[in-house]
């Protein structure tokens, strides 16, 4: 059974913090995307990685980087959180052919 | 550039059939997705259509494609409470020189919401 896991479901931080969200999948899938959602905006792309230390822009990446040392781990970081960036927080993975992305639980972040 | 719009929201009567609708750009598309995503969860595939398909049935689940309008729709026949959710629909990014590393295009997401 297809499984992507995030490190935590809820997560609180203070302006200016440095904030790791993980996600893990066992799919052996090349592809790894995150997103946030927020209401009315639908998902947005903040970054996605197609191979291991390999990384592209998204649509909205600033203020964001991320990391993929291996193959099945794809992190998100925030250097110095704020306010804006309480969002929720999506992780996805995907392969070939059919690019049909498997989506984690996701992380419901506020920044106070 | 590549775009997916759907409506935003549904209403329908429990028991009577939900047809959401999505409408996309880009014509070389080789797969289009319905999503579900329940209150406070991930987002999970419901159901795919490959393009050189005119309909999927799945259950309860119809996908009509026509490639002419770029017009893509989810039948839900015997809507239940359980259905409320938002659905999203979405295509694989498509340019040139992508390879293996798609990304996909979303539309909003419709919420739909069954009423007793």
């Known amino acids: 059974d297809v499984k992507v896991t995030q490190s935590s479901r809820y997560l609180v931080k203070r302006t200016g913090e440095k904030v790791f969200l993980e996600c893990v999948q066992d799919m052996d899938h090349e592809n790894m995307f995150w997103y946030r959602q927020d209401p009315g905006l639908g998902l947005r792309l903040i970054y996605f990685s197609y191979d291991v230390k390999m990384k592209e822009k998204g649509d909205i990446p600033e203020g964001y980087s991320v990391s993929r040392e291996k193959k099945e781990r794809f992190s998100l970081i925030l250097e110095s959180a704020s306010t804006n960036q309480t969002s929720m927080y999506l992780c996805?993975?995907?392969?070939?052919?059919?690019?049909?992305?498997?989506f984690g639980p996701g992380t419901r972040l506020t920044v106070t | 550039g590549e775009d997916v719009e759907q409506s935003l929201f549904l209403s329908v009567r429990e028991g009577d059939s939900s047809v959401i609708n999505c409408t996309y750009t880009?014509?070389?598309?080789?797969?289009l997705y319905w999503y579900k995503q329940e209150p406070g969860a991930g987002l999970q595939l419901l159901t795919y259509?490959?393009?050189n398909m005119d309909m999927k049935q799945d259950q309860r689940l119809t996908v009509l494609l026509n490639k002419k309008d770029k017009h893509l729709s989810l039948r839900i026949a015997d809507t239940q409470t359980g259905d409320s959710a938002i659905y999203f629909c979405?295509?694989?990014?498509?340019?040139?020189?992508?390879?293996?590393?798609?990304?996909?295009?979303w539309g909003l997401g419709t919420s739909l919401a069954v009423n007793p």
């Open positions: 996805a993975s995907s392969f070939p052919p059919n690019y049909e992305q498997y």
């Open positions: 979405a295509e694989v990014s498509s340019p040139l020189n992508a390879g293996n590393n798609r990304k996909l295009i």
């Open positions: 259509i490959f393009s």
């Open positions: 880009d014509s070389s598309s080789t797969y």
